[in-house]
């Protein structure tokens, strides 16, 4: 039986920071849901069980303070997180007040984000929250997440952290195409023109890693990204 994923509700009206938030919590292990308002998002809890919660405050329809308050009237336990640009002390205390457990202003650390979603699961509902070290297979290949070792046979490689992440997000789509600003978001955080210029170097370095397996391709879909093509072998 395969253990559920930590389901997390995602409320952020910014189509930009909602994609980055929510493929940050994919890469990490977690099943986050992306509502783009505060009706919506409101309707989406009570209609599925979360674990945690992270809310802007200016949200359309619904403000995420008045969220924060009708979400805690439905399920008093659960964990707020306010990630909001308001930073001010009585945004703060507002926020609190409204019963949240930690409060982020933007722009912040995604790493230090999900340190901060870590300590606030194992706090509230102990160790077993506690995300285990992930290994992925593809072909010959796994991938140690947490040590960044690629290894293949008797051979090991120790990654760069850009190495690691980007061969997690295309060997978690295998055999899919997975388009370039995708690829972009999720590994560093933003698209634009001298990242992308960074990401073609990567690309040719995770080629000359992945060349031992010959079932192995990394494809270029020009026009739109890349896939990692895991051939069926027998």
């Not at 009585?90 to 409060?103: L, M, N, P, R, V």
């Not at 690691?164 to 295998?174: F, G, H, M, P």
């Amino acid at each position: 039986m395969t253990e559920a994923l930590t389901k997390i509700l995602i409320v952020e009206d910014d189509k930009n920071m909602g994609y980055l938030l929510k493929e940050n919590m994919k890469l990490a292990g977690f099943d986050p849901v992306l509502c783009t308002d505060g009706v919506e998002g409101l309707n989406t809890f009570r209609s599925d069980d979360f674990d945690l919660c992270i809310l802007d405050i200016m949200l359309p329809r619904k403000d995420g303070i008045k969220l924060a308050k009708e979400i805690k009237k439905t399920n008093k336990e659960i964990p707020i997180i306010f990630l909001t640009a308001k930073s001010l002390d009585e945004d703060k205390i507002a926020g609190f007040k409204a019963g949240c457990d930690d409060y982020v202003t933007k722009p912040f650390n995604i790493e230090e984000l999900l340190l901060r979603i870590q300590v606030i699961l194992n706090r509230k509902y102990g160790s077993e929250h506690e995300k285990k070290p992930e290994t992925l297979t593809f072909g010959n290949f796994s991938l140690n997440c947490e040590e960044r070792i690629l290894n293949f046979g008797n051979t090991s490689n120790n990654l760069s952290t850009k190495e690691s992440e980007l061969i997690k997000v295309l060997a978690i789509n295998k055999n899919k195409v997975v388009s370039r600003s995708k690829i972009l978001i999720a590994v560093w955080g933003r698209d634009d023109y001298y990242v992308s210029k960074s990401l073609d170097v990567y690309l040719n370095k995770i080629r000359k890693l992945l060349c031992d397996d010959t079932n192995i391709e990394l494809i270029n879909v020009h026009g739109f990204g890349y896939k990692l093509l895991v051939k069926c072998v027998g």
